[in-house]
């Protein structure tokens, strides 16, 4: 939530920094701003609205070879152009972007005011530049007043600092990711690699605590006791043009249809001779494991449920639990408890504070996440990286695809390890015909009647998905994705669960769609209920499955194994969410009031 760059160099740094943040808006789109340092002062402009907004109210365009942008997901304080970032002191001469939550903001401004120093904004973000401003009065140097000011701060944060008269930009991190970016000719900081990867896909990943300084030629790092530190320089296998729209109306339409390469790059080298191999993950690391817990939340959620049916059938004791619900939902933890934690972004605040309390607990712990580098992925015992490359979206697709795939991988790999398992009867036919999965989500993309079928249904009253096994959590990814891009009422069940409540809502004007992915006995029957209350029934099944015939509609897709029929059935779904919300005009890769990466709790 928020992203924030930074970028020092010897030339204009106006247009990188504004392109960056074009990169980053999938963090929030409340409010943009930009300031720069140019040898007349530190200049700043923002607005409420996209950074496109801000590039129209950009008359006079800014110079700088140094500068700081932001672009906002509201927290504290309405999305109005006092409370877009940068801020500033009261002087004006030190400019502040901020990604997190001071927790202790109030006191901290209660105590500056007393002091004589003017606010203009609500944000908490505000009192960082006054705290460095009051600093600078009695340290060292500027380097001495940021670290004394991030030493006042209590909560999360990721910050890009400037300073009237300076040639450098300082930057600290504690909780909120910040990636530095290294090229020939100039320096870049931000909250993810998409905001500079145009440029350079050298980066360092910082860490907490961590305080760093840039100037035009070098860069320095120290770390929370002020000790100087060389983190390693990774590169980044994301091609630039990953991050980019390309032909594409939306992010996410281009997202829906790289899921076959996304997908061949998740199951590449992973599959061997019938059996499943993560490097990270040799033979016998699970052996130890009686328990495993699955965390997530949202999109991930749903495939964690994906994976945790798997692995129950395998006769694994497993539990899926919302991450924002850890607390007081999840069963008991010892050290023979694995917890997976599922996020494609490895930054969702719930997700990373239930692992900290699994891990407090005595369990293990396994990021599968889509960032490397990302909090989830450090923090975890280990990682494992589900390779769909930079989604942009905020409506998460390519990504479940990849997790759900990279789940049932792993879960075949746990079985194979834990000594009570029995890996299922057919997994190596799963593992075979999961080959073949690129190719049939190339096929339903190519012959998918979404389109129509939105056109069709799209001005209804309300949108029911159910399924059951497998197809519950694709029933219910497939609500989540209806809603957030559509703004529509729509809600998921498991099938049999209709005919306790939700069957009352049922009419003429509630389409309902029915996923069946081979393997599920009741869907038919539940649908069928549906039906004779006058719902119109949309089959997402293979053209075999009784449903079909059954149906009013038909959604086809490929036979394949049941264990992926339920993504087959999912890219219809995608497809239908995306054509209806066009249809209906609304902003599919920025919905209203979301950000992709949910940094606050
Ligand atoms: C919905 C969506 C969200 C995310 C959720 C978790 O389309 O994208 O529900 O799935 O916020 O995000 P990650 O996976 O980054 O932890």
């Known amino acids: 939530m928020c992203g924030i760059i930074a970028r020092i160099g010897h030339d204009d740094a106006t247009e990188t920094l504004l392109s960056g943040l074009e990169n980053l808006e999938y963090r929030g789109y409340d409010s943009a701003g930009i300031a720069v340092q140019n040898g007349s002062g530190v200049k700043v402009r923002k607005c409420s609205g996209e950074v496109d907004d801000l590039k129209s109210s950009l008359e006079h365009q800014l110079h700088g070879n140094i500068g700081i942008g932001h672009t906002r997901w509201s927290t504290h304080g309405p999305p109005t152009d006092e409370n877009a970032h940068p801020h500033t002191d009261t002087a004006g001469d030190v400019a502040v972007v901020h990604n997190g939550v001071i927790d202790n903001y109030d006191e901290l401004r209660a105590e500056l005011c007393e002091r004589g120093h003017e606010f203009d904004s609500d944000t908490d973000t505000e009192v960082i530049p006054h705290l460095i401003d009051e600093y600078r009065a009695t340290a060292d140097d500027t380097e001495h007043a940021v670290r004394q000011a991030v030493e006042t701060l209590e909560g999360s944060y990721a910050i890009a600092a400037i300073v009237d008269g300076e040639e450098r930009v300082y930057a600290a991190r504690n909780g909120s990711p910040l990636v530095l970016g290294l090229d020939d000719e100039e320096w870049f900081l931000a909250s993810d690699v998409p905001a500079f990867l145009d440029y350079t896909d050298e980066v360092i990943y910082l860490e907490d605590g961590d305080l760093v300084v840039l100037e035009p030629d070098s860069y320095r790092i120290t770390d929370a006791d002020g000790t100087p530190v060389d983190r390693p320089v990774d590169t980044v296998d994301w091609d630039p043009e990953d991050a980019g729209k390309g032909e594409y109306d939306h992010y996410m339409l281009k997202e829906i249809h790289t899921q076959p390469t996304a997908l061949s790059n998740t199951i590449e080298g992973r599959v061997e001779d019938g059996a499943v191999a993560f490097d990270a993950l040799p033979s016998g690391t699970f052996t130890d494991v009686e328990t495993v817990q699955f965390v997530a939340c949202g999109t991930s959620y749903h495939a964690a449920m994906y994976g945790a049916q798997l692995l129950r059938s395998a006769g694994v004791r497993t539990e899926v639990v919302r991450a924002s619900e850890y607390e007081t939902m999840a069963g008991p933890v010892d050290d023979d408890t694995l917890v997976v934690a599922v996020t ?37 015992d280990d990682a494992i990286y589900i390779r769909a490359g930079p989604e942009v979206g905020v409506a998460a697709t390519k990504t479940f695809s990849s997790q759900a795939v990279t789940l049932a991988l792993l879960t075949q790999r746990i079985a194979a390890d834990v000594p009570t398992a029995t890996p299922l009867a057919d997994s190596e036919t799963m593992l075979e015909s999961l080959a073949d999965l690129p190719e049939h989500v190339e096929t339903v993309i190519e012959t998918t009647d979404a389109e129509a079928l939105a056109r069709e249904f799209h001005n209804s009253d309300s949108y029911f998905f159910i399924g059951n096994g497998l197809g519950h959590s694709v029933a219910l990814e497939g609500a989540l994705k209806f809603k957030e891009i559509t703004y529509e009422h729509a809600e998921g069940f498991a099938a049999g669960e209709l005919k306790h409540g939700p069957l009352a ?40 499955h009784p449903l079909a015939d059954a149906a009013d509609t038909h959604l086809s897709i490929p036979e394949t194994h049941p264990v992926w029929a339920g993504l087959l059935a999912n890219v219809q779904l995608q497809l239908v969410s995306y054509h209806a919300a066009d249809l209906l005009d609304r902003p599919i890769d920025k919905p209203r009031n979301l950000a992709k990466s949910v940094t606050v709790e």
């Open 344 to 380: 494609q972004s490895g930054e969702t605040a719930d997700t990373l504070q239930a692992v900290r309390t699994a891990t407090e607990r005595g369990a293990r712990s396994l990021a599968v996440t889509n960032v490397v580098g990302s909090t989830a992925a450090r923090e975890a």
């Open 505 to 544: 809502l049922v009419t003429p004007e509630t389409p309902v769609f029915a996923v069946a992915t081979g393997d599920d006995g009741k869907t038919k029957t539940n649908a069928i209920e549906a039906q004779a209350r006058g719902a119109p029934i949309v089959a997402v099944c293979p053209d075999d």
